[in-house]
């Protein structure tokens, strides 16, 4: 199955959210369609994450992605579930001016009360529009993965190198360059493909063409 976008809209809570979740498919797509990246809070408050605003700017850079396609929210991290109402305006809002073909953002099986309740969110500011779960493994439960979409080693790689840009999240599992790759070749099998990235169906809007 061919799928495409005009303008792609990529959700993540935190900053290394999205590349985790997306971010070879974004390498794969960045010079092919228009691409919004849009991060709810910048962690910015935490004295211990001063740096990773700055991080996220270099590992997209790395993605294809340019700072001017790369947005911060205002909402505070862990404290999502008292924004909805906010949140979902800051979507609608996105919904008016994007324009959005396709969006990505957390998948149902997040337990983060963040990613949880942004992804409750968009599935209301986005009806009648796409939208893909993607998985950001120490926070998933329970995810596996019904699309998936090929990518290709050098996308993997990128992705690789993307994260590698983390200074601060160096030392953490989730950003161990094997366990990386192990994702994406297990989701390549699943596809059988050699490699792939994958996503749970929140929403397909579509029609079948002859």
Do not use: W
């Not at 935190?14 to 228009?34: R, S």
């Not at 994450?49 to 790395?62: R, T």
């Not at 205002?74 to 073909?101: C, H």
């Amino acid at each position: 199955m061919n799928f495409s976008g005009k303008r792609v809209l990529f959700l993540g809570a935190h900053p290394d959210d999205i590349e985790i979740g997306c971010g070879a498919l974004i390498h794969h797509i960045a010079q092919k369609t228009e691409i919004l990246c849009v991060t709810l809070s910048d962690n910015q408050k935490n004295p211990d994450l001063q740096k990773v605003k700055g991080e996220h700017l270099q590992s997209m850079k790395v993605l294809g992605v340019p700072e001017e396609k790369i947005l911060f929210g205002s909402f505070s991290t862990r404290t999502f579930p008292n924004s909805r109402q906010e949140i979902l305006e800051y979507f609608l809002k996105l919904r008016k001016d994007f324009k959005p073909d396709l969006i990505f953002t957390h998948s149902k099986q997040d337990v983060h009360q963040d990613h949880n309740t942004m992804t409750d969110e968009a599935l209301r500011a986005f009806r009648g529009i796409t939208v893909l779960g993607f998985d950001v493994v120490r926070s998933s439960y329970g995810f596996f993965p019904h699309f998936l979409v090929e990518v290709t080693e050098e996308d993997v790689n990128k992705k690789i190198e993307a994260l590698s840009k983390y200074e601060t999240y160096k030392d953490r599992y989730y950003f161990n360059s094997e366990l990386t790759r192990s994702i994406m070749i297990r989701h390549g099998a699943l596809a059988e493909r050699p490699f792939a990235e994958g996503f749970d169906i929140l929403r397909i809007v579509g029609k079948f063409g002859e």
